[in-house]
């Protein structure tokens, strides 16, 4: 398992280095003092854990994660304890208070490791081109739709949004899972919460920093982050 680590201090990262080197399950593929430099740690390297400071220069540790494309399990290691309730409304796999104790991260990281080894597919599921069809259940209503129909995905922790004709039916996948099974060519991640398909773009609009914002034929708007924007550029031109 591939792990980053977050933090501000040198001595906190030199001794929660010194611990994790009791796991050998653990590859520490980066790290980073500050949060701009976590986002593109992250984005560029793509870890499977991340060890996470919430008190950090320039954004703390919920706005660090709110500004990434790419979202790996998290374990915040903080001093403070009142931020728990919101870290696991964030998804976070862990909570370890400073000083951290070995038997504590211990229990952390089998955690971590476990959820990793059961949500490894035994057969990896085959990608689906836009002719494929898929069953769909929302509740007591079902749909078998073609996914050429969906002209967006919205994510919602772990859950998404398929919007299609005038339905929005809600699916138990992440989005994450959804574009690693989707047509690239055709199923764009346009931020961390969104990916559309781009034959339903009706008009493309200059937005903030660099950026774009995208208009569907559904009606719906969609802001590319300044980061897919430059991908969607690139992808889409002669």
């Known amino acids: ?5 977050i933090e501000d201090s040198r001595l906190a990262r030199l001794e929660l280095k010194h ?14 003092e500050n949060a701009e430099e976590g986002i593109a740690l992250i984005e560029e390297l793509r870890p499977d854990l991340l ?28 001093a403070y304890d009142q931020y728990a309730l919101k870290a696991f409304e964030q998804n976070a796999l862990d909570y370890l208070l400073k000083p951290i104790e070995e038997p504590r991260l211990r229990q952390a990281v089998e955690k971590a490791l476990h959820k990793q080894e059961g949500s490894k597919p035994t057969i990896a599921p085959a990608q689906l081109s836009e002719e494929d069809r898929v069953f769909v259940k929302d509740g007591e209503r079902c749909w078998f739709v073609a996914l ?8 919602n922790g772990n859950y998404a949004f398929l919007h299609f004709d005038q339905e929005r039916p809600c699916i138990l ?14 199923f764009f991640r346009a931020n961390r919460q969104q990916i559309i398909n781009v034959n339903y773009i009706e008009q493309i609009n200059p937005w903030f920093s660099g950026s774009i914002k995208i208009q569907l034929k559904g009606g719906e708007e969609v802001e590319v982050s300044r980061r897919q924007s430059q991908v969607f550029k690139e992808l889409m031109s002669l």
Do not use: W
């Open 19 to 32: 611990l994790l080197g009791k796991f050998p399950e653990l590859e520490l593929a980066g790290e980073a």
């Open 51 to 78: 060890f996470l400071d919430i008190h950090l220069p320039q954004k703390n540790g919920f706005e660090l994660l709110e500004a990434l494309e790419y979202t790996p399990q998290v374990i915040f290691t903080t």
């Open 1 to 5: 398992m591939r792990i980053c680590i």
């Open 173 to 186: 996948k992440s989005l994450n899972y959804l574009e690693n099974r989707l047509d690239p060519k055709v």
């Open 148 to 155: 050429k129909q969906v002209r967006l995905i919205e994510s």
